[in-house]
């Protein structure tokens, strides 16, 4: 009664507002309802959910490492001077196709090198005419000792018959012992003028080199990627001048987390390689990889070997995938896997009425999840699209799917 005289009371404003609060409130009620209470849209009892059902298929499932490296070649050489001096040419530049031993790359300036030859050449012939020298002085003192020791062979039988006096044979016993040891001088002196030739050789040879080293052919094979210097530039043992690559062997290099170290195997892990575009993929074995995990970086570099071509250059990004583990067994669409109560549901369906089945899962490959236990056989149909509005016992209408 009090309810219906306020209300005659109320003002024509506060009725349409309270009016407008009730249907706002009934609303809510409504859409909570439906929603089931806890956010999510539920069809009503006796209407059908519209699904999309996938059959369980075997399907072969892989565990797999992602990660980025860089192509380049195995095979490469920066070429540095083997002389050091001004550089008087450099005759090639980048995408220029060389050939090991033939191409020339650069030239040292030679006008120091050729006098230096030519000053080894004097310096040999000089010791060449030394050495003859000590050649005859040695012949004249072994004739001059050849006289000596005939004479004092000769005094010695004189002596000892008493015809001469020993002084007399001192004398000649005197000179016979220096000319003795003049020929060992000449000898010693021979000896050391041979080593001094060879010594003089041994410089020819080198400056000789020095000379054909001013000139640097190609180490090997390919193209050159880099020009480093310019003519004019000083030219230094040890600072490259041009790098050559040789792009038809190629490697793949990754840096990969440490925790992986054990699980991949030089020469026996297979490493999907493939250009950041996707215009080739190739699959080979990993080569090699470091020794030790870095322990700044928890990485280690791993190494796959490929050839080159055309579109496979050096320098170029590519996408690894390195397959750690493989195995064939029951699959679901991965859209099909729910969380429910706490863990991993999917929705059977034989046409009719849904059936939410508890599933545990493994390894998901390609938009597809595999299936480690759960009350399912092959050929069971699963929920693939329409999952999301299930209850267990969920009456539901079979459409097919995009």
Aim: proline fraction near 5%; charged fraction near 25%; charge should be positive.
């Amino acid at each position: 009664m009090k309810l219906s005289h306020r209300w005659k009371q109320a003002s024509p404003r506060a009725k349409v507002l309270l009016a407008l609060g009730l249907v706002a409130l009934l609303g809510t009620g409504a859409y909570v309802l439906r929603m089931g209470g806890n956010g999510k849209q539920e069809a009503p009892a006796d209407e059908a959910v519209p699904v999309v059902l996938e059959k369980i298929r075997t399907h072969s499932f892989a565990e797999t490492v992602e990660a980025q490296g860089t192509l380049r070649a195995k095979h490469f050489a920066l070429v540095s001077p083997k002389v050091d001096g001004p550089l008087l040419e450099v005759y090639v530049r980048e995408g220029d196709r060389v050939t090991a031993g033939k191409t020339p790359l650069f030239r040292i300036d030679d006008l120091k090198l050729r006098e230096a030859e030519q000053i080894a050449q004097k310096d040999l012939a000089a010791a060449r005419f030394a050495r003859e020298e000590r050649d005859a002085a040695l012949q004249r003192a072994a004739i001059e000792l050849d006289r000596a020791a005939k004479e004092y062979r000769r005094f010695q039988a004189l002596h000892e018959e008493d015809v001469v006096s020993q002084s007399g044979f001192d004398d000649v016993e005197s000179r016979y012992r220096q000319m003795a040891s003049m020929r060992d001088l000449s000898r010693s002196t021979l000896k050391a003028a041979g080593e001094n030739v060879r010594k003089a050789d041994a410089a020819l040879r080198i400056a000789q080199k020095n000379l054909r080293d001013s000139l640097v052919l190609s180490p090997l094979t390919g193209v050159v990627s880099k020009r480093l210097a310019e003519p004019g530039e000083a030219g230094k043992v040890g600072t490259p001048v041009v790098r050559v690559d040789d792009p038809r062997l190629l490697e793949a290099v990754v840096f990969v987390p440490g925790q992986f170290y054990a699980r991949i195997q030089e020469g026996r892990t297979r490493v999907q390689v493939s250009d950041s575009g996707g215009a080739w993929t190739l699959e080979v074995p990993v080569a090699t990889k470091s020794p030790v995990v870095d322990p700044t970086l928890r990485t280690f570099e791993a190494r796959a070997l490929l050839s080159g071509d055309a579109v496979r250059v050096p320098g170029a990004l590519v996408n690894l995938s390195f397959l750690l583990n493989r195995r064939e067994g029951p699959g679901v669409p991965t859209a099909s896997v729910l969380e429910r109560a706490g863990g991993k549901v999917v929705f059977v369906s034989d046409g009719k009425t849904a059936r939410m089945v508890p599933v545990r899962t493994g390894l998901v490959t390609n938009g597809w999840t595999e299936v480690l236990s759960g009350d399912l056989k092959p050929g069971d149909a699963v929920v693939a699209q329409g999952q999301f509005l299930l209850n267990p016992g969920a009456p539901v209408r079979v459409q097919k799917g995009n």
